[in-house]
């Protein structure tokens, strides 16, 4: 039978030869769950009502792509009957349980996914580590002295512990890529506007994102069609891809491991037969500083009434200042900001022309150690993310020690990165 680390194609393989494993897989998967130091992984679960879910998915005539899979859902998306937090116990106390599924969860449930939680996340999903001062800092299953990376902390532990084989995350300004990248997974974020945040709580509209996380790139793209219908060939010959290697001020401060390992992966992609040359994108390291007043101004849109005190100490100190900062930014200024975006997407528009892909790491430090003071860190990792946050492109993350990858796709051509994902995910699997 398949273990919490099989490939999730391997799982959903050996469930259709065997039905009786699914609830076996299942009761295994929800006894690993909150596994880490923190037990903090989920913060809403009920293995009786994941079990009924089981029930239905399997009396069903036809079974969805993803028939039994365990799959754990970032608690900013409304699950019927569940309460939504968004990570904040404000939020949790005032919110009502959902009398409706989000699209992301219909669409799992659709596809016969079943959910085994809800899980941990930063604060309003507005941050990069997964430190959280309502529901504790996430850590890594197996490696307590080490963050998890967020806002998607708790997605990305589920599946270190095994008590989901895929995971739902969102991405903002890194929210999917600096989880996936420091916890050794593979992971995927969408192009903005591709799936509705219909029952999920945003936090900037111009620029989150929806995606997922697992342990195998080869999983992608099944992961990918079943939640936004994309159909990706995984048999398509790259040798004519163009790979551009960012270069640059961006890259002079990256930890030289990381660095090591990114020509690990540029290797990998020689010895296929792509084309790989450095791209110089010094200005993007301009990025983070458009990204950040734009952000912070459509944050405070949405929280407005509950950080204006700071006596009242409902949202985390460092929270609740950027929406302050955020609210009072002027028209002029945040279209000053919108104007200087739209000229960033022009020029990185332009790199495409050049190169399919771009390859950069999701991160310039190795980890992110628990009780130290991550505050200088977040302007550092922002850099390296919010160049494709800016343009909405697809992102996917290629697993590396100490830290992994991210290999970004012009905005719309997410079935082209998922293929090349997939190919990248085959070569690295030989190696094992």
Known sequence: ???????????????????????????EALARANGNASRNTYLARNEEWSLDQLLTSSSRAERGPLHALPV????????????????????????????????VATQLKCAGAVITGKTHLHQ?????????????????????????????????????????????GTDTGGSIRVPAAVCGLAGYRASLGL???????????????????????????????????????????????????ITGELVTECDAAILIAQNQWVERMRSLGV????????FWTGAYDIYAPIQAHEAALLHKGHYEDPQ???FETAIADRLR???ALSAEEIAGFRNQHAQFNERSAALFTEFDFLLLPALPVPHLVAGEDQAPNRPRILRYTTPASLGGYPA?????????????????????????????????????
């Not at 859902?73 to 959902?98: I, M, Q, W």
């Not at 084309?275 to 010094?282: E, I």
């Not at 697993?399 to 997410?414: I, V």
Request: net charge negative; charged share 15%; hydrophobic share 45%.
């Open 195 to 245: 799936g509705s945040w219909r029952g999920g709580a945003h936090l900037a509209q111009t620029f989150d994102t929806i995606g997922w996380l697992c342990r195998d790139l080869r999983d992608l793209p099944l992961l990918a069609n079943a939640l936004f219908e994309l159909d990706a060939p995984t048999g398509a010959p790259v040798t004519n891809l163009r790979v551009g290697i």
């Open 312 to 314: 009242a100490d409902i």
């Open 396 to 432: 996917v993350v290629l697993p590396a020690a100490p830290a992994g990858m991210q290999l970004l796709a012009p905005r719309g051509a997410d079935v082209n990165l998922l293929a090349f994902a997939h190919r990248l995910g085959e070569a690295l699997s030989l190696e094992a």
């Open 325 to 327: 900062w955020g609210a």
């Open 124 to 168: 309003l999903a507005y941050g990069i580590t997964g430190e959280n001062r309502d529901y504790g800092d996430c850590v890594q299953p197996g490696a307590p002295t080490l963050l998890t990376g967020g806002s998607s902390s708790g997605s990305a532990a589920s599946i270190l512990e095994g008590s989901a084989f895929a995971a739902i």
């Open 275 to 282: 084309h790989v040359a450095d791209c110089d994108a010094s």
């Open 1 to 27: 039978m398949p273990s919490a680390r099989s490939s999730i194609a391997s799982l959903l393989h050996s469930l259709a030869i065997k039905e009786t494993y699914s609830e076996q897989i299942l009761l």
């Open 72 to 103: 754990a859902l970032k608690d900013c998306f409304d699950l019927e009957g569940f309460v939504t937090s968004s990570g904040s116990r404000f939020y949790a106390e005032h919110n009502t349980p959902a009398i409706a599924d989000s699209w």
